[in-house]
């Protein structure tokens, strides 16, 4: 898992990541200008699922003692929030929650548990009544006494088997050695049980992708995103499969991303993306380019994620983002303006294959 960073080290590595400035749109996105608080206790990392009925599901963890996971439900299109349920463990500390709605409605829900410095665990747990109450259902993957496992992601795959990633250090001690690779497991009974370990994105030596999330394209193809740290300064990328479960390898990076790339894709086919430097961008093109909005709906926060909560909105939830930089979970909702957009130029990430990075565009 990539240490936290210095707010100062953010600032200078996005300074100098390529930018693309120059194709900014004005008012691509009109976003709030005042959040709604999904929590202002200590806490950090939400991740949210829309549930059968339309409403909102979202757990984050709040971390005073216990560290534990805080489950809260939307009625309202994320504008008020309550309490559902909570899930903790005897002894260990609970973060990096994942929410997923399986084809027969039972939530998902994976997370990181440990005891730090001596053992980790990527865990899922079921709910069969919308979040209330949740029961434990099976280990993912631990340590292996080698290296921590972090930053689990759900996603239910297209033949409704459920994909786990998650971002493992059990490798680093091999050879050749893998500081970090992201991982993938199946399983193909709901969850109860997984299938062998999938290497994902992986390279060699100082490399360490991590923090998956995906978006599906149009023809079966999803679309994975993650970070690469140690080498790349933390730098979104994006890598393409027809099935989920086979990936070719480190793909194009994403322009104006540092730390924790979050997308997703909309009904008329954008694509929204940002990461820890706050920046918006977005895809008309199913990837193959991006437009940079240059807006920054927050001055603070980390930890984005970003959700669809109508035919033309937006959300973004983001973690410490008050408007002093209070601790919680803040969100705000942005309002998409097509016109603006069509009338951008985007710029091209996409390079031509080589025998490092097999995988070119959508």
């Given at each position: 898992?990539?240490?936290?960073?210095?707010?100062?080290?953010?600032?200078?590595?996005?300074?100098?990541?390529?930018?693309?400035?120059?194709?900014?749109?004005?008012?691509?996105?009109?976003?709030?200008?005042?959040?709604?608080?999904?929590?202002?206790d200590?806490?950090?990392?939400?991740?949210?699922?829309?549930?059968?009925?339309?409403?909102?599901?979202?757990?984050?963890?709040?971390?005073?003692?216990?560290?534990r996971?805080?489950?809260?439900?939307s009625?309202?299109?994320?504008?008020?929030?309550q309490?559902?349920?909570?899930?903790?463990?005897?002894?260990?500390?609970?973060?990096?929650?994942?929410?997923?709605?399986?084809?027969?409605?039972?939530?998902?829900?994976?997370?990181?548990?440990?005891?730090t410095g001596?053992?980790?665990?990527?865990?899922?747990?079921?709910?069969?009544?919308?979040?209330?109450?949740?029961r434990y259902?099976?280990q993912?993957?631990?340590?292996?006494h080698?290296?921590?496992?972090?930053?689990?992601?759900?996603?239910?795959?297209?033949?409704?088997?459920?994909?786990?990633?998650?971002?493992?250090?059990?490798?680093?001690?091999?050879?050749?050695?893998?500081?970090?690779?992201?991982?993938?497991?199946?399983?193909?009974?709901?969850?109860?049980t997984?299938?062998?370990?999938?290497?994902?994105?992986?390279?060699p030596?100082?490399?360490?992708?991590?923090e998956?999330?995906?978006?599906?394209?149009?023809?079966?193809?999803?679309?994975?995103f993650?970070?690469?740290?140690?080498?790349?300064?933390?730098?979104?990328?994006?890598?393409?499969?027809?099935?989920?479960?086979?990936?070719?390898?480190?793909?194009?990076?994403?322009?104006?991303?540092?730390?924790?790339?979050?997308?997703?894709?909309?009904?008329?086919?954008?694509?929204?993306?940002?990461?820890?430097?706050?920046?918006?961008?977005?895809?008309t093109?199913?990837?193959?380019?991006?437009?940079?909005?240059?807006?920054?709906?927050?001055?603070?926060?980390?930890?984005?994620?970003?959700?669809?909560?109508?035919?033309?909105?937006?959300?973004?939830?983001?973690?410490?983002?008050?408007?002093?930089?209070?601790?919680?979970?803040?969100?705000?909702?942005?309002?998409?303006?097509?016109?603006?957009?069509?009338?951008g130029?985007?710029?091209?990430?996409?390079?031509?294959?080589t025998?490092?990075r097999?995988?070119?565009?959508?």
């Open positions: 898992m990539v240490n936290r960073i210095t707010a100062l080290l953010v600032c200078v590595v996005a300074c100098c990541i390529p930018s693309a400035a120059q194709q900014s749109v004005t008012q691509a996105v009109t976003w709030t200008t005042q959040s709604v608080v999904l929590e202002s200590f806490s950090t990392w939400a991740r949210m699922v829309q549930l059968r009925d339309g409403s909102w599901l979202a757990a984050y963890t709040v971390t005073d003692s216990p560290q996971i805080r489950l809260k439900r009625f309202d299109s994320m504008r008020t929030w309490f559902v349920s909570e899930v903790s463990e005897q002894g260990r500390i609970l973060d990096n929650p994942s929410l997923a709605l399986r084809p027969d409605g039972t939530v998902l829900l994976g997370i990181r548990s440990e005891i001596q053992s980790y665990w990527i865990e899922t747990y079921t709910s069969q009544d919308n979040g209330n109450t949740f259902q099976s993912v993957d631990w340590d292996h080698q290296g921590g496992v972090y930053e689990p992601y759900l996603y239910v795959l297209p033949d409704g088997s459920i994909a786990c990633f998650y971002t493992s250090e059990v490798h680093k001690f091999e050879t050749p050695a893998y500081s970090q690779i992201l991982s993938e497991k199946v399983s193909t009974d709901g969850g109860e997984w299938g062998p370990e999938i290497w994902a994105i992986s390279q030596g100082e490399a360490r992708p991590g998956a999330n995906i978006v599906p394209l149009p023809g079966g193809v999803l679309a994975l993650y970070e690469i740290c140690g080498t790349e300064n933390c730098i979104g990328h994006v890598s393409y499969s027809t099935d989920g479960v086979n990936w070719p390898g480190i793909g194009p990076a994403i322009l104006n991303t540092f730390q924790d790339v979050q997308a997703v894709g909309l009904k008329n086919g954008l694509i929204f993306a940002t990461s820890n430097s706050k920046d918006i961008i977005v895809s093109d199913f990837l193959n380019s991006w437009i940079d909005t240059r807006q920054h709906p927050f001055v603070y926060g980390v930890w984005p994620a970003l959700y669809q909560t109508g035919p033309n909105e937006i959300a973004l939830v983001l973690t410490g983002a008050g408007d002093q930089g209070q601790t919680g979970e803040y969100i705000r909702f942005g309002t998409i303006n097509e016109a603006a957009l069509q009338a130029n985007a710029v091209n990430p996409c390079r031509k294959p025998a490092g097999p995988q070119n565009c959508y």
